[in-house]
């Protein structure tokens, strides 16, 4: 049993309503920092459960969970004479239909958002009883906060049913390696996840001996001696005060026992070894056995490639058959498991599936080796050059112009070879904001033919930037006059270049032929040149359009 697709309202960054259709099997959620990967996995983690942060949502309901835009617009309001309505947390989750399974049969009905009545699921809200008498006064005197004490959530059946989460027939275990969180030397994430695996009659048997170290240890000789002195020394009762170890508990095992690797406590393990032995655990652990939907957070996280290779064979071992949803910075983790189980996430709430793009787009990235894989997914915004030495002129003239780095602005200058189309059908899948730095060829209505579906405006987050002149001539019938190199040429002068190449060329001709020879060399040197350099029209525009 697996969810066909989720809806979020209201939840951390989403301000309105986030829809997401999953895949029944593996499903890669990759995006920047803040697009959204780590709320789809808590709130669905949180629909199904109750759960977040690792604890009951009774003990973690507060504030921070809303949307800040959203708790703003309402707080704003009430100062209004027309103030909106409590914000709420919705969280839908859709269930695939599994023909003959009769248990999902009570969870079918309309009470959705689409109104669909043969649908399956449940709806998870955080909601306020705005009849509440005491709400009411609250709001005759408004704070600067929201009024989380008049909140409760709840779980119903698209079948308007209430239901608790023991009720909900799928289960999701959440997996986040990266997690450290220790008590007393005691990881508590992996002593759950070690409950978890023993028997109960383990646990017993643990319990037990762990309580008979209790007379050993107040039978201890200093022990004795120091319980005498704080008798003798602190009268403050006629009852006997002494020290002890805390045994008598239920769990007090859990807590006072370390877990070791090859002899060494678990923290001071290194945090690779502690990301891969976590992660296998929680695998192993009977709650993630019985779960049918599995959320992983960044698996990547401290390892290397051979590691992370190892635990990804692992995870694809221990994970067949069941949903998986995994979020992930690393384009060796969409590789290894498969980029048609790819979801891209951008930073307005926009989303596509790898598979949903058109074919030859999909197959070229499929082929595509390495970082720039994912990098044009991963960044805000970009620059999308053709080659190294383009890309180098252009972080030398954004640093001219900006007096930064385009990466301190969180652009990305990406050689692409020939392939801008490519490149530029995800940019605009995704709404990314995307510059193209191209030579005319000589051809320019040729250009425009090629990039007819982004060119002059058509798609406003593309900006197509060239040199809009023919400037072929005669005098070198073999060169291309209309290329970058050129243009450097002719926006500065003979005598700039030689100071910034340190030669003697006597002409403009040998200046192209060296540029020709040597791109990777002269545009190092203008990328490290310390004086006055000018840049063509064309470039200094599209580092506008991106810098927007």
Not at 345 to 354: M, R, V
Not at 496 to 508: A, G, P, V
Request: hydrophobic fraction near 40%; charge should be negative.
């Amino acid at each position: 049993m697996s969810l066909r697709k989720v809806k979020i309202e209201n939840f951390k960054i989403f301000d309105g309503t986030f829809e997401l259709e999953l895949n029944s099997g593996l499903n890669i959620l990759v995006g920047d920092n803040e697009v959204g990967k780590s709320t789809i996995l808590e709130a669905i983690h949180l629909a199904l459960t109750g759960m977040i942060n690792g604890r009951y949502l009774n003990t973690e309901l507060t504030q921070y969970l809303f949307n800040n835009a959203v708790v703003k617009r309402y707080l704003d309001s009430l100062s209004t004479s027309d103030p909106l309505e409590a914000p709420r947390i919705k969280i839908e989750l859709f269930f695939n239909d599994v023909e003959g399974n009769n248990s999902l049969k009570t969870f079918m009905g309309g009470i959705n958002t689409e109104k669909d009545k043969d649908a399956f699921g449940i709806l998870f809200v955080i909601e306020i009883d705005d009849s509440n008498i005491e709400y009411k006064e609250f709001l005759d005197i408004p704070e600067n906060t929201l009024p989380i004490e008049f909140y409760d959530y709840k779980w119903y059946t698209f079948a308007d049913a209430l239901v608790t989460a023991k009720n909900i027939p799928i289960k999701s275990a959440l997996i986040d390696s990266s997690l450290f969180r220790y008590q007393n030397g005691s990881d508590i994430y992996i002593s759950r996840i070690v409950r978890q695996i023993l028997e109960p009659n383990d646990i017993l048997k643990m319990s037990q001996a762990h309580r008979t170290m209790r007379d050993y240890f107040m039978a201890n000789d200093a022990v004795r001696e120091i319980n005498q002195k704080i008798l003798s020394a602190a009268p403050i009762t006629d009852k006997t005060i002494s020290l002890s170890a805390e045994f008598l508990s239920k769990n007090a095992w859990e807590n006072g026992l370390i877990t070791y690797v090859n002899k060494v406590p678990f923290q001071y393990v290194g945090k690779g070894e502690q990301c891969v032995i976590k992660t296998k655990l929680a695998l192993a652990s009977k709650k993630a056995q019985n779960a049918s939907v599995l959320l992983m957070e960044e698996p990547e996280n401290h390892l290397t490639h051979a590691r992370l290779n190892q635990l990804l064979e692992n995870i694809e071992s221990d994970t067949k058959n069941r949903q998986v949803i995994i979020s992930t910075h690393s384009s060796f983790v969409a590789n290894k498991l498969g980029f048609d189980n790819l979801i891209l996430l951008n930073h307005n709430g926009k989303h596509a599936k790898f598979k949903d793009l058109n074919e030859e787009t999909s197959s070229f990235f499929k082929k595509l080796p390495g970082y720039d894989t994912l990098r044009l997914v991963l960044c805000q915004k970009a620059i999308l050059v053709e080659g190294p030495s383009d890309e180098l002129i252009i972080q030398k003239a954004y640093l001219r112009i900006k007096s930064k780095l385009p990466i301190q602005d969180g652009i990305e200058v990406i050689s692409v070879g020939t392939s801008f189309l490519r490149f530029l059908h995800v940019a605009e899948y995704l709404d990314i904001r995307v510059a193209v730095v191209t030579d005319n060829d000589g051809d320019i209505d040729k250009l425009k033919r090629k990039y007819y579906q982004y060119i002059d405006g058509k798609i406003a987050n593309i900006y197509i930037s060239y040199d809009n002149q023919n400037r072929s001539e005669i005098e070198m019938p073999k060169y291309n006059y209309n290329t970058l190199e050129n243009l450097i040429l002719i926006t500065n002068d003979l005598k700039t270049l030689n100071e910034i190449f340190k030669t003697k060329l006597t002409s403009d001709n040998a200046m192209r032929y060296h540029m020709l020879n040597n791109k990777t060399d002269c545009a190092l040197s203008i990328l490290n040149w310390e004086g006055s350099i000018n840049f063509p029209t064309y470039i200094i525009e599209a580092i506008n359009f991106v810098s927007k």
